[in-house]
């Protein structure tokens, strides 16, 4: 049976592959702490709305990725200003080399289709 036409945009979702510099370990863990809720975050609020964040180590089974950054976006506009925002942080290619940026929106097969999306459960 095919799923109900969504009418609403699906989130953007970005993963953001990044590697820590040098400049970024010399921090003690509160430093970087303070510097994203004093660099980053406020950016953030200036330039756009209908932004998310997750965070994720990775550097226990990567060396050319250390780090996965998830955001999540409203619509493709509010991603370009979260965009455009960090770019302008010392996140951005001070703090992190930016090794990659894979950008999606979930069950977008499912949409394009008007099939149900399939996923994997476990009890």
């Known amino acids: ?9 699906p989130p953007v979702t970005a993963f953001i592959l ?6 970024w370990l010399a921090m003690t863990p509160q430093e970087r702490v303070d510097a994203f ?3 980053v975050i406020p950016a953030i609020k200036a330039k756009t709305t209908g932004v998310r ?8 089974y990567s060396a050319r990725v250390t780090d996965v950054w998830v ?7 509010a991603y370009q200003l979260l965009i455009d925002a960090l770019r302008e942080t010392p996140f951005w290619d001070r703090y992190f080399e ?17 099939l149900a999306p399939v996923a994997s459960v476990t009890a």
């Open 1 to 9: 049976m095919p799923a109900e036409k969504n009418t609403t945009t």
């Open 18 to 23: 990044v590697k820590t510099t040098p400049e």
């Open 37 to 39: 809720t004093t660099q």
């Open 53 to 60: 964040s997750r965070f994720y180590d990775t550097e226990f």
């Open 71 to 77: 955001w999540e976006a409203d619509d493709h506009e």
């Open 98 to 114: 930016i090794v990659d940026l894979l950008v999606g929106t979930e069950n977008g097969y499912a949409r394009t289709y008007g």
